[in-house]
T-cell receptor, first 115, second 114 residues
Framework: SQELEQSPQSLIVQEGKNLTINCTSSKTLYGLYWYKQKYGEGLIFLMMLQKGGEEKSHEKITAKLDEKKQQSSLHITASQPSHAGIYLCGADIVFSSGSARQLTFGSGTQLTVLP | NAGVTQTPKFQVLKTGQSMTLQCAQDMNHNSMYWYRQDPGMGLRLIYYSASEGTTDKGEVPNGYNVSRLHKREFSLRLESAAPSQTSVYFC?????????????FGSGTRLTVV
């Protein structure tokens, strides 16, 4: 979706290295979601952020939403091969006038972790 | 296990053929969605249904129709399949579309149109 810009498109890191994935919008994000997808599988929910400045962590993954609620980052500390996959950010954005916000996605980041 | 079930998991169609992708959820969710996923483009919303009996167009609705006759089911129909519709299709549901509620995704249907 052009509503959400995700970067980088792909990332190759050595095991043990830290990495960051970014998700940016020109609009205020009402509900920012991070999902992970293994090839050929469905989406696994990681985290949801709603408040400006909010930060959440789960194991070695930390997600932040900036104060303006227009940018989010996903940071992985000491990456492992099990972290490999496609990471997708999603946000609640209005698609048509008067309708409820619907979940739209960035283009995804393909992460490869080399052992 | 509770969740979103999609059928079939794989399908090959010839250009011009029609088919219906089925999606069912057993979580009593109000809202249901159909997405397609193409390489380098993330997931794009095709259609969504905020409640039983209602449907609305998403980002890429052309070439598709949907039906939400019952609360637990949301089907996606391709009337005349085209190679451009080769993609992985995901169905999702939520208690209520939008803020404060998470989304549950099915495992996907991989469709190839030749």
């Amino acid at each position: 979706s052009q509503e959400l810009e995700q970067s980088p498109q792909s990332l190759i890191v050595q095991e043990g290295k830290n990495l960051t994935i970014n998700c940016t919008s020109s609009k205020t994000l009402y509900g920012l979601y991070w999902y992970k997808q293994k090839y050929g599988e469905g989406l696994i929910f990681l985290m949801m952020l709603q408040k400006g400045g909010e930060e959440k962590s789960h194991e070695k993954i930390t997600a932040k939403l900036d104060e303006k609620k227009q940018q989010s980052s996903l940071h992985i500390t000491a990456s492992q091969p099990s972290h490999a996959g496609i990471y997708l950010c999603g946000a609640d954005i209005v698609f048509s006038s008067g309708s409820a916000r619907q979940l739209t996605f960035g283009s995804g980041t393909q992460l490869t972790v080399l052992p | 296990n509770a969740g979103v079930t999609q059928t079939p998991k794989f399908q090959v169609l010839k250009t011009g053929q029609s088919m219906t992708l089925q999606c069912a959820q057993d979580m009593n969710h109000n809202s249901m969605y159909w997405y397609r996923q193409d390489p380098g483009m993330g997931l794009r919303l095709i259609y969504y249904s905020a409640s039983e009996g209602t449907t609305d167009k998403g980002e890429v609705p052309n070439g598709y129709n949907v039906s939400r006759l019952h609360k637990r089911e949301f089907s996606l129909r391709l009337e005349s399949a085209a190679p451009s519709q080769t993609s992985v299709y995901f169905c999702a549901s939520s208690v209520q579309g939008g803020l404060n509620y998470g989304y549950t995704f099915g495992s996907g249907t991989r469709l190839t149109v030749v």
